[in-house]
Nanobody, 123 residues
Framework: VQLQASGGGLVQAGGSLRLSCAAS????????MGWFRQGPGKEREFVAS????????YYADSVKGRFTISRDNTKNTAYLQMNSLKPEDTAVYYC?????????????????WGQGTLVTVSS
């Protein structure tokens, strides 16, 4: 399984970015997906997740109302739309594919990870 994350970059506070995660090597439409991030000097933390069908989504409180996770099963791609970005959103963002039906906040629920894409939000 390969997950290729892209779309990171430098943006001013209040701006927007859309991250993409292209998957291959596994039937994408059968697995939930998640986004996590790791800021400087911090542990990896949950950002958002989506079930295999896209019917349910979950968010960390810190991004709720600003970020939107989605997926296109015809393109084997998951997305993270990030609006109203804040300097504290600066981090390397990782996409991950769930190992089973659960798409919670625990990194242990995901068995494949992308390489990460850096998001830097300037104040």
């Amino acid at each position: 399984v390969q997950l290729q994350a892209s779309g990171g970059g430098l943006v001013q506070a209040g701006g927007s970015l859309r991250l993409s995660c292209a998957a291959s090597g596994r039937t994408f439409s059968r697995y939930g997906m998640g986004w996590f991030r790791q800021g400087p000097g911090k542990e990896r933390e949950f950002v958002a997740s989506i079930t295999w069908s896209g019917g349910s989504t979950y968010y960390a409180d810190s991004v709720k109302g600003r970020f939107t996770i989605s997926r296109d099963n015809t393109k084997n791609t998951a997305y993270l739309q990030m609006n109203s970005l804040k300097p504290e959103d600066t981090a390397v963002y990782y996409c991950a594919m769930a190992r089973g039906l659960r798409v919670g906040a625990d990194v242990g629920e995901y068995d494949h990870w992308g390489q990460g894409t850096l998001v830097t939000v300037s104040s």
